[in-house]
């Protein structure tokens, strides 16, 4: 038996990362607790830009396509993990500041342990390391060519986000909720996974995406094994990228998680989780299309329609946001339903646009709070922007993209996407994307309208003046919207030369 042929060169980036969470890893064990924060959050810096340099390097030496084990270093999933670095570089700027995080997370919420940890002045900082093995992980779902890759990769990604979202500073109890819903459906969720890939070896003889295809295009095989495995693969990412009906984890754990660790999640994770989603659809099952677009497509258009209405009754602002995210879910979901070029270019463009406003909305809700730390009611937010204009606009400029008006970013991702799903002939779909942005539309308009055209209340809450780092995350990603809102050639065309995957 021949040794496998490594090119240590296109793995890099993932073998970056896992080295610099293992460096942090040690640092924990080693370094005084006064000094750790600072240098983790170096390590972290210079492991996350090492590993953004050597994808441009890949992509430049014109490696893209190459195939290692069960990895394929190709166009897509090159763009793919060049975002997921980048808006976690961004989320690393707001998870910086360690305030959002519990003294000890082993203290009992309430007990004298825990008030001696905040009073000593104790910081979490296991949330470096943790946050860099959940990059590695997600770098390799969406690049992972074989089930059982793509079922690591899916487990290094989310375990650390189930730890992480239990270190909340505040509401210590519902964050310790948000953990364990998000663990125990997420373990649910992977199990479905792993009896799905079991189903797809039984139907076709092996675990590779290409060889799933083939079997698709010439095996006579039992297509009851090719139909269960699809329903449950397909259960595992639609639960990762929080499509309807597997979203009910979504509000807990956006409103009980750390706030910076929300915005990366929800910013990383989906670009992550759909990146796996539509390799999988496009490369494997693109041959079996009558089987799972027609399910696929409901899917998509009950989970467009019921996030815009749903986050209409919503009083918190995180789960507002929460069931904002659920109802993009489903616009990209239309670019996997649509199986063409376009639709995958527009999906990677909306990955970046739709991350940098998630990332700088949950950044200006860490701003807002009262005595007792953040303010979650989205009520007494009314009269923000007469207190704090700069906050209040930023936080409209970041709703209004999520609703697609023009001359933002956000608008541009949803042209994309709706007009791909237009040419592939499912015009039900543009129309369901409409009808829902236009829901959607109502409700930011609403907070909107809150926050500058209504009186504060006598209780009305503050505005903290936000840390370096803070105000350099929410920068950015105002900049991008508004950039990518008016010139979006300067991003577009790279998707469209990048919106390939090899087979």
């Not at 986000?161 to 969720?189: N, P, V, W």
């Not at 009520?379 to 970041?398: C, E, H, Q, V």
Request: some cysteine.
């Amino acid at each position: 038996m021949n040794a496998p042929k490594l090119d240590y060169a296109l793995l890099a980036p993932i073998l970056i990362i896992l080295g610099g969470a293992l460096i942090g890893v040690l640092v924990e064990a080693f370094l005084s607790k006064t000094r750790r924060a600072g240098v983790q959050l170096v390590i972290s810096f210079v492991t996350l830009t090492a590993a953004l340099v050597q994808v441009i390097r890949i992509r430049r030496s014109g490696s893209s396509g190459a195939a290692v084990l069960s990895v394929s270093i190709d166009a897509a999933g090159i763009f793919i993990q060049g975002t997921i670095l980048v808006l976690s570089l961004v989320a690393l700027l707001l998870i910086a500041d360690t305030d959002n995080f519990t003294a000890q997370a082993s203290a009992i919420p309430g007990s004298s342990q825990e008030s001696v940890a905040i009073q000593a002045g104790k910081q979490q900082t296991e949330v470096f390391p943790l946050t860099l093995f959940a990059i590695a992980g997600m770098l390799l779902f969406p690049v992972a060519t074989d089930l059982v890759t793509l079922f690591v990769a899916l487990e290094m990604l989310s375990l650390p986000l189930y730890l992480m979202a239990g270190l909340s500073r505040r509401r210590r109890l519902l964050s310790q909720e948000a953990a364990l819903k998000y663990f125990l459906l997420g373990a649910f969720s992977s199990a479905f996974f792993l009896m799905g890939s079991a189903f797809l070896y039984g139907y076709s003889g092996t675990l590779t995406l290409n060889g799933i295809a083939s079997a698709i295009h010439t095996s006579g095989n039992n297509n009851v094994f090719l139909l269960i495995g699809i329903a449950f693969v397909s259960v595992g990412l639609l639960f990762k990228v929080g499509a309807v009906p597997f979203h009910n984890w979504t509000p807990d754990v956006y409103q009980g998680s750390p706030t910076p660790i929300t915005g990366f999640m929800a910013a990383c994770t989906k670009a992550a989780a759909f990146g796996a989603t539509l390799r999988i659809f496009y490369v494997a099952l693109d041959g079996a299309q009558w089987s799972w677009k027609p399910l696929i497509s409901v899917i998509a258009v009950i989970t467009m329609l019921f996030g815009a209405i749903a986050a209409w009754s919503q009083r918190d602002v995180k789960r507002m946001l929460a069931y904002s995210s659920i109802a993009h879910a489903g616009f990209i979901l239309t670019a996997v339903v649509s199986l063409n070029s376009h639709a995958l270019s527009g999906a990677l463009f909306y990955f970046v646009v739709y991350g940098f406003a998630t990332i700088g909305a949950f950044g200006i809700v860490t701003l807002v709070r009262d005595s007792s730390g953040e303010v979650g009611d989205v009520n007494r937010w009314i009269g923000l922007g007469k207190k704090a204009p700069l906050t209040a606009s930023t936080y409209s400029l970041f709703l209004l993209s999520f609703g697609g008006i023009p001359l933002t970013a956000g608008f541009i991702g949803k042209f994309a996407v709706f007009s791909a799903a237009y040419e592939s002939g499912n015009i039900y779909l543009t129309v369901a994307g409409v009808l829902s942005s236009a829901i959607a539309i109502f409700f930011y308009l609403r907070v909107v309208v809150m926050l500058f055209f209504q009186n504060p209340e006598s209780d009305s809450v503050s505005v903290v003046i936000p840390s370096v780092m803070t105000r350099i995350a929410i920068s950015i990603c105002a900049l991008a919207t508004i950039i990518l809102g008016l010139f979006p050639s300067l991003l577009l065309n790279a998707a469209d030369s990048f919106a390939l995957f090899t087979r």
